[in-house]
Every structure is written in structure tokens, then in C-alpha cells.
């Protein structure tokens, strides 16, 4: 404009001067200042505002009062550039109440054109454009220009006037340097908005990642589940509106809803009961838990799904309700719950993403815990019965004895039992219904004795009551009365009707007993219970003095055994076995071997007997072939192709689930089946010959070796001996260690080698001490030795290391 200015004071011809036309350039110059003036305030002004709307109203209402505008509006193009929103208008025609278009789209009315082709539009009759659209009334002439800001637009000035030709093109000039400084002014802003944005989601951010760590740090160490849920609460709190707070678990073992944490302003109080499966259908929580999905509803929607899906309305309705569920483990299912009372807050996605974090953390917390219960309760637990086991029947009697010291009334006794008749139900029906057998034992057993009672099973066939609270023997007397009673009824199994007797042993502790512990108390009730055994089953006795233990035979040997067991004391030895021809090692032979912690190295011959006279053999032979397969999987691994052969009794053999169990071992450590042999004596078949049969037959067919061991000791009828199918006969060491003479013709060992080259089986010589006797042995046909000749039992170090030398 600089440039325009005429120069009005030009002295070369000054009677030249033509007043009109200095009159014009003085309008314009007026003009041009008060123009300037308008953009000097505006951007002045401008400077000082901070809101959107603020800028636009001063911008409207300054062009409108200082340019004498009609009407002046600003509109703005909402965030997705889909339309203009009237945000502000002066003038004497100002339509913002209300009156005319709020809002148009890109290609509608003039301020639409101006927006999409991002130029100015001046109309000077707008009778003659096609795309004008009349608000109130007509305007016949309409300036719109665009406000841009490196190429978007970001508003629209529009100016009408009733006449036609109003706006000119100094107006149309003056309106895009307004709309210059008003693109930068709303950039400006829109900048510092983005950034307070930003800012505020950062620090919202910060604050939840803050509460969550807090909330899950809190659900890795509590203990206290209250606390915790307390805690969360609190957390929760600080982010959203949450004076109304609900946890709801549903446990599906027990098919119930319980509230572990409720707090309501509107006076519910928490409750207290737990509901049975039947209010999942007709409560908004229910709703949740069968959907599994979160629900956000205000009140208008609540009482359409009342209504819709006929839930009951628990306590007030609320105004917002927002619910998520979550899973902890296979078997917790839960539900939290804010709700809002009030009319103006409401709950928004945000919030249910917020509380979608939380219930997640709350079922970390959930799963934690209840993982740690169960894995204490299975610590203390019979698996099978679900009953206390030795463990926690221990700790228990430890309790009663102390509050029996504060309560010398209350007197206590033990009553060990073991059934009679379980070996005979386990051997003809198998370990499934052995196993049920025991459950419902449990069961009975339960029916004879009081609540406060402890039945606890200690494994086997055994199990022990713990009687709390009692005044007398005979009180005592009639609870052991009562189990006999209740076990000469038959004991219903998948069916089948099964008899179950018991002997009991009854330890009673009372007051003038000095010195007596707990443990002295259940070995006393064991021993009354050996007496009742040995007085003929089915009966009771009551531990006295006069009973002792050591006249028990091997009572003490068994008990200490049993700890032995359950401590991992016992080890295993092996003893090679060498083909005669070439002393090549074909195998090992597994022994056992109890390093007694006061008596030194106990031997098999001592043990295995008195384990044989109960089933604490079969816990034995478990666990010596649990450690020699462990020992071959080494051997097996480190490239040695032989096989390891381990002792068991008939009794283990011939159990129904023996032989899955053994080759789910075998497969466990990875092994194949020929690097195990199973020893078993004649009397071990003998006895046990029908189910020892069919266990054997299935054993060779999975590829595990027999060997019959001590061959020649026990039986004169050799007929079983076809009728087993076996790989190897051992010849018993007695046979061998009358064979010093290589001259004579052993006729006993000669004919046991001819019969085994007969049916087929390969031989084995025990007890191998000499040259002579290996020398003789392989003349006779002998294939392979065992004995001191070759090696003592040895370590499995000792044994690796024997064969390397
Ligand atoms: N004098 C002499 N003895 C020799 C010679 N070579 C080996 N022996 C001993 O003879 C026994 C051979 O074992 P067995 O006949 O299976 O007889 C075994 C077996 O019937 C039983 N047994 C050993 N370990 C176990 C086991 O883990 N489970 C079961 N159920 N029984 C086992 O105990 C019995 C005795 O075992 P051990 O005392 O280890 O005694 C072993 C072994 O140490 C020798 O040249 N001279």
C-alpha cells in the first residue's frame, strides 16, 4: 500500500493541486490507516488471548464494529475436515443463537466453496450464484475468506450484507491480513492445546503406570487378600470416581458368588453370605460372569437390560455401572465393579480400559494366592481321600497338646487304624477300585466320629483319628466300637459291595501322663494297633505298658524303614553281570542298601523281609526302581548298552496298575525298555501266580527282561516254570559255592543248565567267588556269572569306574 500513496505534497506545481483529488487520497489514506489500525489492535489483541473462542469472538465482533459489518462469522473446520462449525458471529445480523446454518459441509454455500477451493469469494449479488444458501434472510452480497495455515484450512471469515456490491476488494485485502494473523493465532493455539494434551496424557500415563505397578507390586507379595483388596481400592480411587467398589468371585468347585470386597455409598453393606449358582442369572454381576465380556451402561440402558434379560435389581440403581471380569486359574472366576450413584458422572471407555488392567492384576494376585493355598493344602493332603495326611495330623496333635496344657480337661487320644482287608480288595479288583475302596473308607470312617475330630489318612492302608475333648476311655472305647460296627457293613464301590475290616490301636493321653509327646502318643496307638493285628483283626485295643514294642517283630525296623523312605536314606549298589566267555558285562544288578543313621549299614536280608510282611514293599520296590532307572537313563546317555536289573517282590508285580506305571517310568527318563530286567524270586510268582502271569507276559511284551533269582532254593515243581514266560535263571550262590572241585559232575547245577538250554532261557551263575567255580560253570554251558570273582556291589561311580579299567 506504501507504493500507492500518491504525493500529495509535491511542491512542483502547487496551483496544480486538484482538490477533489486530494480529497479522494485522503479518504483512502483514512482508510488505509484505519484498516491498519484494525490489524494493529487485532494482532495486538490477539497477543493477549489464549482460547479459541475468545480469538474468534474479538476477531468477529472487531471486523463487524470497526468495518461496520452486517454480520461477521467464523467458522472452523472440525477436526476431520468433514465440515465448518459456526463459531462465532457479530454484527447486526448475528445468527449465532441459533439462527442459521451451525454447521456446513465442504461443498455447501459459499463458506464451503471458500474452504474446498482455498481461495476468497467476494459475491457481489448472490441472486446470481448457484451455490449461495439463504440462512434468515437474503443477503445479496457475501465475502468469504479463507484462513489458512501452511496449506490447511483452518476457519472461514464470511461477512454478508443485505445490498448487493457491498464488500470490495479493500475489504476482501483487509480480511485475508486478518485471516493471516488469525491462521497463526489458532495454529498457535492449536499447538499449545496438542501440547497441554500431551502433557496431560503423559502425566495421566506416568500416574496409572505408577498405580499399576503399585497394584501389581501389592499382588505379588500379599498375603492378605483383604489388604490387597483395600489397596486396589485406593489406587483405583486416585484415578477415577470410585467411592462405589465391588470385587465379586465365583468359585466353580463350590458353585458359588461370594463379595470378598464391597463398598457402597448408598448404604449397602457388604454381604456376607455366599450365593449358590443360581444368582449368576438374575444379577447385573451374574450377567458379567456368564458373558464374560465388560459392561459400561448408564441408567437408561441398566433398566432396558433389566428388563430385557429379567435381572433382579440389587440395591439402589445406579446412574453408571461399569463390570470386568476376569479368570484367575482354571477355577476362580471374578468380576469388579465401580458404579456411580450420581446423575452427572458417568463412566467413559477410558475408565473400562483402566479397570480392565486392574481385574487383570487382581487375577495375577487371585491366582497367586490360590495356587499357594492349594499347593499347602496339598502339602497336608492325602491326594487321593483329600483327607490330612502325616503332616498336618502331626502338626494337629502338636496343637492339641498345647491347648491341652491350658486346658487340662481337655484330654486327647489317637486311634490308629489299619484296614485288614485292603491287600485282598487291591490284589482281586485292581488299583482303581483299591483306590476307591479307600475313598470310601474315608468316607465311613468320617460318619463315626464328631466334626471337631481329625481323620487323617498316613498313607497305605492306614489311618488315624485324632479325638479331641474327651473325658474318658470309655467315650474313646465307643467311637472305636462304632467304626467296627460301621465297617462290618460291606463298603460300596463302583457297585460292588466290599468288605473292609480294620484294626484299631488307641492311645489315650491323660492328664497324669509325665513326659508323654505327641509322637510317643501315635507310636503308642500304632502299637495297640499291632496288638489288636496280632490278637486276631477286627478288634480294638488300648495301648498299656505291658504292650512293648520290640515283642512286636520288626515294629521297630518297619517304622524306622518308613522314615527311611520318606527321607530318600536309602541308596542303591551295583553288582555286575559278566558273559564267562570274554568277561564282557551284560548288565548290573540293582541292591539296596540303608545306611541306618545309628546302626551303620543295614543290609537287605534284614529289611526286605519285615517290608515284605506289609505292602511297604511295594513303596520299597517303587522307589529302588524310580532310582535305578535314573541310574540306567545316566548310563543309557553316557552311551553304555546294558541293562540294569533290580529285585521286586511278587506283591508290587502282580498290582493291577504295576505295569503302566513302570512303563510311564521308563518313558519318563527316556530310556528304552531292554535296558531294564526285573528280578523275582520263585516263591514271588508261586504266590502271587495268576496276577504275576499276566503282569509278566505284558512286561516281556513292552521288551523288559526277567530273570527268576535264586533258582532252585524254594520249590521242587519245576511245572511253573513253564507256564511263566521268563528270560534268565539265576542259579542260587549255595550251588555255586559247593562247586570247588573242577573234577566232579555237580550234577545240580549241570541239570539246572540243561533245563534252562531246554526251555529256551539263558543262565546266570550267583555267587561267582573263584576261577575255578567261573572255569567249571562255563565248561558245564553256563552263559553267564555274577560274583565277588568279578566285583562286589559297587557305587555307581565305583561300577563306572571298574568298567573303565
Ligand atoms: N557271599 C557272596 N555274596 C554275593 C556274591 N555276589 C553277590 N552276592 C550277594 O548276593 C546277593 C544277590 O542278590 P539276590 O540273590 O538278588 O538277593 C537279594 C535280593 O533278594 C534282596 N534285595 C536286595 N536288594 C533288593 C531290592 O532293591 N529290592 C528287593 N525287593 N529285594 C532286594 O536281598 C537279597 C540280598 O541282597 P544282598 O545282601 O545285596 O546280597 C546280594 C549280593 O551282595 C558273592 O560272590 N559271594
Known sequence: MANDVPVIMSKRNPDAVDTSRLETKLALLTEQNHELRIINQLATELHQLNDVKAVTDYVASTLASMLGFEDCAIFLMDADHQQLLRFSAAGSRNLLDGIGYSALLLDQGIVGHCASQRQSLLVEDTRQCTYYLMDVAHSLSELAVPVIDTGEVLAVIDCEHHQTGYFTKQHQQLLEQVASILAS?????????????????????EKLQKSLYEIASFAYFADDLSEFYTHVHQVVSALIYAPNFFIALYDEDKEHLYFPYFVDTRGDEKPEQVYPKEILKNSLTGYVFRTDRPLLVNREQLNDLYQQKNLKVYGETPECWLGVPFHSGDSVHGVVVVQSYIEQIHYEPNDLELLTFVAQHISNALERVFSERKLQHQALHDSLTGLPNRALFLDRVHHAFLRMQRFPEQQLAVMYLDLDKFKAVNDTHGHAVGDAFLVAVGKQLKQCMRQSDTLARLGGDEFAILLE????????EEVAQRILLSLQRPVEVNGQA??????IGISFCQLDAPGLIPDELIRRADIAMYQAKKDGRGIYRVYDESMQADEIPGWNIEQALKTALNDNQLQLVYQPIVALEGNIVQGFEALVRWPHPEQGMVMPDLFI?????????????????????????????????????????????????????????????????????????????????????????????????????????????????????????????SFINNMQDD????????????????????????????QQQQHVLHRLGCDYGQGYLFAKPLSAEQALDWLTS
Open 185 to 205: 493465532k489458532l495454529r498457535w493455539l492449536q499447538t499449545l492445546s496438542q501440547l497441554e494434551e500431551s502433557v496431560e496424557k503423559l502425566e495421566y500415563a
Open 469 to 476: 475333648d474327651v473325658d474318658e476311655l470309655a467315650t474313646i
Open 498 to 503: 466290599l468288605l473292609a475290616s480294620t484294626s
Open 609 to 733: 523281609p519285615i517290608a515284605e510282611q506289609s505292602r511297604l514293599i511295594v513303596r520299597l520296590d517303587h522307589y529302588v526302581l524310580r532310582k535305578a532307572l535314573r541310574q540306567a537313563a545316566y548310563w543309557f546317555a553316557a552311551g553304555h548298552r546294558f541293562y540294569v536289573s533290580v529285585n521286586v517282590s511278587g506283591t508290587t508285580v502282580s498290582e493291577a496298575g504295576f505295569v503302566p506305571w513302570l512303563q510311564e517310568l521308563i518313558q519318563q527318563f527316556g530310556i528304552p525298555c531292554y535296558c531294564l530286567a526285573l528280578e523275582l524270586t520263585e516263591r514271588a510268582l508261586i504266590e502271587n501266580m495268576l496276577q504275576a502271569k499276566d503282569s509278566l507276559q505284558r512286561l516281556r511284551k513292552l521288551g523288559i527282561r526277567i530273570l527268576l533269582d535264586d533258582f532252585g532254593t524254594g520249590y521242587s515243581s519245576l511245572s511253573y516254570l513253564s507256564e511263566f514266560r521268563l528270560d534268565v535263571l539265576k542259579i542260587d550262590r
Open 743 to 770: 573234577e566232579q559232575d555237580h550234577p545240580i547245577v549241570n541239570t539246572i543248565i540243561a533245563l534252562a538250554k531246554t526251555l529256551q532261557l539263558s543262565v546266570v551263575a550267583e555267587g561267582i567267588e573263584t
